[in-house]
């Protein structure tokens, strides 16, 4: 199969600057596949939100041409997005939230081989209403894995979505979210630990579309080897949307000279009684509390693992569900022990 490469946005496009897509799919052998959920009883918009505006949705735009797959959503569910070596996939979730309902949806994203899966996650969220969207990223090294993620939110309603990557390979998680009713809520955060010649792209906009609206992104990346993380996190406050609170924070943790981060926050603000900020560090591991603790018994790469933990902890805390919480603590101890 020729993949559509002269469609996939280069680094020429601002969104793009920093992840190259069609250099990392070229001389891939890869032919169109499915996961066998079905694709049919669905209508799918051919651009996504926000497309003329952003101009940073084609990804979308090829997972509607081409769509292997798709699984509706409406309740507490779990799923599994695998590919197998040499295959081109477009899965597509939808995700439809009810009023007054509270769901929780674990998503895990793997595969083995070389592959391109090209997911497309659709969120709509209704009033008084809460989601807890969970993602678990292990790509293979030859994997690239692109996924789209758009949530609407309704009012008085909450998008809670945590991201732990680890693995190898590319992954781009792309996130648009739309408040678009009055004291909506939407929670980003996520803990990226990337090692070995592996990029991690994490994309996100936040339209404050009505008054009282919160947003909040919190990411923490450890980067190792050669590894390059990217974050690109927008707040977008629209004139009517008055009382918007809106944060945004990345920190990296560079564990290796060769190790890469590009950090770019933006605020977009239109209205005039809005609370919003963000704040970008990355550096590397802080030689004092590491010094302090080897002084006491503590093996040096225990006590890194320690701190790394810990530089983990804000991120992680957020995510609400109790299980959830304990199981991606053990992965993240799991990454320290066979890389720390």
């Not at 490469?5 to 032919?31: A, H, Q, V």
């Amino acid at each position: 199969m020729s993949l559509p490469l002269e469609r996939i946005p280069t680094p020429k496009s601002e969104r793009f600057k920093y992840t190259n897509l069609p250099r990392t799919l070229k001389g891939l052998d890869l032919k169109p596949a499915s996961l066998g959920w079905g694709n049919k009883i669905a209508v799918l918009e051919p651009k996504a939100p926000g497309a003329e505006q952003y101009r940073d949705t084609e990804l979308w735009a090829i997972n509607a041409e081409n769509v292997s797959d798709i699984r509706f959503i409406s309740g507490d569910d779990e799923i599994d997005v695998n590919a197998k070596d040499g295959q081109f996939i477009c899965p597509r979730i939808v995700i439809d939230v009810k009023d007054n309902q509270t769901v929780t949806v674990v998503e895990r994203q793997g595969g083995a081989g070389a592959y391109w899966k090209n997911t497309v996650v659709q969120v709509t969220i209704g009033k008084n209403a809460t989601l807890r969207h969970y993602r678990i990223c292990d790509e293979a090294e030859k994997g690239v894995s692109t996924i789209f993620t758009h949530v609407k939110i309704g009012r008085d309603s909450t998008y809670e979505a945590f991201c732990l990557t680890t693995g190898a390979g590319t992954i781009r998680n792309q996130t648009h979210g739309e408040l678009t009713g009055e004291n909506a809520h939407c929670w980003l955060s996520g803990v990226n630990l990337l090692s070995s010649a592996q990029l991690a792209d994490t994309t996100i906009t936040i339209e404050h579309q009505a008054p009282h609206c919160t947003s909040k992104q919190t990411f923490k990346s450890v980067l190792k080897d050669q590894a390059h993380g990217v974050f690109q996190g927008k707040v977008h406050v629209h004139q009517v949307a008055q009382k918007a609170d809106g944060y945004q924070l990345s920190n990296a943790l560079i564990l290796s000279p060769e190790a890469q981060m590009d950090t770019k926050p933006e605020l977009e603000i239109y209205a005039d009684d809005v609370k919003c900020s963000h704040g970008a560090t990355t550096g590397r591991l802080d030689e004092e509390p590491l010094f302090y603790m080897r002084a006491r018994g503590i093996p040096e790469s225990v006590a890194r693992a320690l701190l790394i933990q810990s530089f983990c902890g804000q991120a992680v805390e957020s995510i609400s569900d109790e299980s959830m919480h304990e199981v991606v603590t053990g992965k993240i101890e799991q990454w320290l022990q066979s890389r720390i």
